[in-house]
């Protein structure tokens, strides 16, 4: 991906000249100073966006003075985003199962909870809809937690832009305004069983992150025999 980041082969290729990193740490730092050189020279921090809560231990061991933030969504409207987006490995929907959605959020709320007890003075966790609904309040904690000022984040910031080899229509609401009807599209789109279904797996965690329950536990039984049977495909 190193092309998603305007680095190309040559530029790595010139930068490990002199002597090429005996471990991984100096690598990947390798990496980050070319892209920091090259784009923001004067910035203080780096930042990536990936998934890799479960290897925080070893994040930890790498970076000790690497901070973390963990940004949760309900794993209802989660579900609800991956049943819509297509990949485009398989041109399929990333999860049609509630089943599958639940358990797996459920782990990444497991996740979650130990990074945040390993570590508690360098996590951080942010609620999408409470970033959705005041924004402004949750950038200004987030820049508070990593030891920045408002003025420092707004003067070195660059607009977000899609790599093209992902296509024209992911993402087509980067740059626009926060859309707060998303937080709850969920409850309108998915079927009532999919929201016992997902709710039934996952209530604990949901409860605990403070999302409330919408599904009555005993008004869909009758439903639940039917569909069970119409999905029992995908389960896992």
């Not at 092309?3 to 730092?29: H, K, T």
């Not at 920091?36 to 203080?44: I, L, T, V």
């Not at 989660?78 to 639940?102: C, D, L, M, Q």
């Not at 709710?199 to 008004?219: H, N, Q, W």
């Amino acid at each position: 991906k190193f092309s998603d980041w305007g680095i190309d082969e040559a530029e790595i290729i010139e930068a490990i000249r002199g002597g090429f990193p005996i471990d991984v740490r100096g690598f990947i730092l390798l990496l980050c100073e070319i892209y920091k050189k090259k784009f923001f020279p004067e910035s203080q921090l780096f930042g990536i966006k990936k998934n890799y809560i479960s290897h925080y231990r070893l994040l930890n061991e790498i970076f000790p003075e690497s901070r973390f933030i963990t940004i949760i969504r309900d794993g209802r409207a989660v579900f609800n985003s991956k049943k819509k987006s297509i990949y485009s490995v398989t041109g399929r929907p990333f999860e049609t199962s509630p089943i599958r959605a639940a358990r797996a959020w459920v782990e990444e709320m497991k996740w979650t909870a130990k990074i945040m007890n390993y570590i508690p003075s360098l996590s951080f966790k942010i609620r999408y809809e409470d970033l959705v609904e005041e924004p402004e309040g949750c950038t200004r904690k987030t820049l508070s937690f990593l030891g920045l000022e408002d003025s420092e984040f707004c003067s070195s910031a660059r607009g977000y832009y899609v790599p093209g080899r992902y296509g024209k229509d992911l993402h087509k609401n980067v740059g626009d305004k926060p859309l707060t009807s998303r937080s709850t599209a969920w409850s309108e789109t998915l079927s009532n069983e999919e929201i016992y279904m997902f709710e039934r797996i996952a209530a604990d965690s949901l409860l605990t992150e403070g999302y409330d329950l919408v599904c009555p536990s005993d008004k869909l039984l009758m439903k639940l025999k039917f569909y069970f049977k119409s999905i029992s495909h995908i389960l896992p």
